[in-house]
Nanobody, 128 residues
Framework: QLRLVESGGGLVQAGGSLKLSCAAS????????MGWFRQAPGSQREFVAA???????NTADSVKGRFTISRDNSKNAMYLEANNLKPEDTAVYYC??????????????????????WGQGTQVTVSS
């Protein structure tokens, strides 16, 4: 059973930056496609960014140009660098994972239902 642990959330002023991390409990991290989602109070969880097994990325329009997803297979970790944060970015941020076949190496997944494994979330609060 894959375990995912997020870290790096916190309170930041508008315009500030945070780097979220997701640590995976596996030595076969390179077999997984990964994603970040977020859920604001009273809202449904929404897609933020995804990265494929091969490193291809996909970012939601709402954060494009401000957020960057990356992964380091040698550290079994994924990251989300969030810059120019806005109050509307306030949410609990979740990392997610799914194992993929070789032929899916370049595929990024944007739906919650695509993912089998989830972390517990890390809170990001952006003050105005």
């Amino acid at each position: 059973q894959l375990r995912l642990v997020e870290s790096g959330g916190g309170l930041v002023q508008a315009g500030g930056s945070l780097k979220l991390s997701c640590a995976a409990s596996t030595h076969t991290f390179n077999n997984y496609a990964m994603g970040w989602f977020r859920q604001a109070p009273g809202s449904q969880r929404e897609f933020v960014a995804a990265i494929s097994k091969s490193g291809a990325t996909n970012t939601a329009d709402s954060v494009k140009g401000r957020f960057t997803i990356s992964r380091d297979n040698s550290k079994n970790a994924m990251y989300l660098e969030a810059n120019n944060l806005k109050p509307e970015d306030t949410a609990v941020y979740y990392c997610a994972a799914r194992i993929v076949a070789l032929w899916q190496a370049s595929v990024t997944f944007t739906r919650e239902d695509d993912y089998a494994y989830w972390g517990q979330g890390t809170q990001v609060t952006v003050s105005s």
